[in-house]
């Protein structure tokens, strides 16, 4: 069964509104959360790390007060791009790691924003 | 991370192994070797990793030189829903950092 749920799987929205994706960890309590972005034809790219209980890290080049994260419990993150614009429509997955260093990362279905 | 080198894309017949293969040559000692794939519009679905030693679980095996610079994901009998994007990453346990992966195309 999945071990990390995204929610929603695919969402439209008008420009300069915002939408909020959620991310759960299904299986175990995770103080880490890793969001991920990819344009079409293109990979993954990292966009943060979120952090249960404190500030999440920004990658360099990604606007913290855009892309809104909030950690508030050991099972669910949520990404809300502020004021989004046709160029934030892209693919956002969440990824959560296992339970110790020598498992693997689970990743969510991924959340496919559309910007009109 | 280390970095690693995919090739950009394969083919494979249906029903025939699939051997795709990565070099990470500044591997470090603490990195593991890590396989992903994403199929289209979906995310990465994770399929094997290691350390030293070769590893097989249901999906694949994973080779490893002895010296770590290269390593290899064997799906054994490769079937049609096995077209995806196969992403090799070489980390210590943070944030996976995708490369371009390898676009392998599976064939009747």
């Known amino acids: 069964g999945a071990v990390v749920s995204q929610h929603p799987s695919w969402v439209i929205c008008k420009s300069g509104t915002s939408v909020k994706i959620e991310c759960r960890s299904l299986?175990?309590?995770?103080?880490?959360m890793f969001w991920y972005r990819q344009f079409p034809k293109q990979s993954l790219m990292l966009m943060a790390t979120?952090?249960?209980?404190?500030?999440?890290?920004?990658e360099q080049g990604v606007e913290k007060d855009k892309f809104l994260i909030n950690h508030a419990s050991l099972t669910l993150s949520t990404l809300t791009v502020t004021s989004a614009h046709p160029e934030d429509s892209s693919f956002y997955i969440c990824?959560?790691?296992?339970?110790?260093?020598?498992?693997?990362?689970?990743f969510g279905q991924g959340t496919r924003l559309t910007v009109v | 991370d280390a970095k690693t080198t995919q090739p950009p894309s394969m083919d494979c017949a249906e029903g025939r192994a699939a051997n795709l293969p990565c070099n990470h040559s500044?591997?470090?000692?603490?990195?593991?070797v890590y396989w992903y794939r994403q199929i289209h519009s979906q995310g990465p679905q994770y399929i094997i990793h290691?350390?030293?030693n070769n590893e097989t679980n249901e999906m694949a095996s994973l080779i490893i030189t002895e010296d770590r610079k290269s390593s290899t994901l064997i799906l054994p009998h490769a079937t049609l829903r096995d077209t995806a994007v196969y992403y090799c990453?070489?980390?210590?346990?943070?944030?996976?950092?995708f490369g371009k992966g390898t676009s392998l195309l599976v064939t009747p």
């Open positions: 979120s952090n249960e209980g404190s500030k999440a890290t920004y």
């Open positions: 290691g350390l030293k």
């Open positions: 299986d175990f309590q995770a103080t880490t």
């Open positions: 990453i070489a980390n210590s346990g943070y944030a996976l950092n």
């Open positions: 500044t591997i470090s000692g603490n990195e593991y």
């Open positions: 990824s959560v790691w296992g339970r110790s260093m020598n498992t693997e990362a689970f």
